[in-house]
């Protein structure tokens, strides 16, 4: 197990949304509010040693949410890139694990991460959540990782590295990536529309 206290949460922000057209889509509203504080708001009781977001247009303030936030002036280098600019603000800090999550995925939980957590078994530790058929984010990487991290070149090396890890097995339902306009529309179907509120932000 690795404690939170020892772990820095980065929580990537940035990219293209080349599927979800021209509008922020952190900000589309999901269940009365923008859809990528739902992920902040699961996590935020959780006693990260760090919390980092590394982002790019999106207009939310997420450093009066307690995080430092970097800027991702490449979002077209994808993910990788941003796990790495996120990788880059903790050297020297002592931690032992980086927790990576995404913020168009909205439905992650508190008790997800720290079954995660307890999965990890130190500094080599690679955990990745999973559907129960293949592994996704949220990803944990033990401290001992950080290097591999800095030097992968592509998803191909990111799935390699992901695969060989341990898989923690959380319902289809709470690993809900937000791709496409659809995607959140079918996410807003699932729950009664007096709950809703997404005509505001």
Known sequence: MIAAEKTALVLLAAGRSDR???????????????????VTTALEAMPFARRIVVKDGTELDFAALGYH???????????????????????????????????????????????MLGAADGRDAVVAS??????????????????????LDGAKDVRALVRGGKHVVASPAELIDIDTPEDLEKLRGMFPARWRRDTGR
């Open 130 to 151: 999973s559907d129960g058929i293949r592994p996704c984010p949220p990803v944990l990487f033990g401290a001992g990782q950080f290097d591999a991290i800095r030097a």
């Open 20 to 38: 979800f057209g021209a509008v922020d889509k952190l900000l589309e509203p999901f269940l009365g509010r923008p859809l990528a504080l739902h």
């Open 69 to 115: 936030v970097v800027r991702n002036e490449e979002p077209h280098r994808g993910m990788i890139h941003s796990a790495k600019l996120g990788i880059e603000q903790l050297r020297d800090d002592g931690v032992e694990a980086v927790l990576f999550a995404l913020a168009d995925m909205p439905r992650v939980t508190a008790g997800h991460i720290h079954h």
